[in-house]
């Protein structure tokens, strides 16, 4: 059985889906993810997937616009 292993870092948090199913939301540290064994195809394990996310705070500057309507314009 291969053994992998994912670390997540303060600033990420890990989405952890089964069979494309969210299942748990995970914080900063380590995890083992168990391998996907079948022998002969008999024995079937749900497929097993982290996905980091980004959670730091961005700013976000837009400039500012002015519009003006046509009924305006006399």
Do not use: W
């Amino acid at each position: 059985m291969i053994r992998r292993e994912v670390i997540i870092k303060d600033a990420h948090r890990g989405l952890s889906y089964r069979d494309g199913v969210l299942v748990k939301v995970l914080g900063a540290g380590r995890y083992v993810i168990p391998g996907q064994f079948s022998f002969l195809g008999l024995l079937r394990r749900p497929k097993l997937e982290i996905v980091l996310v980004d959670v730091r705070e961005r700013d976000l500057t837009a400039r500012s616009l002015t519009y003006v309507q046509r009924s305006n314009l006399h």
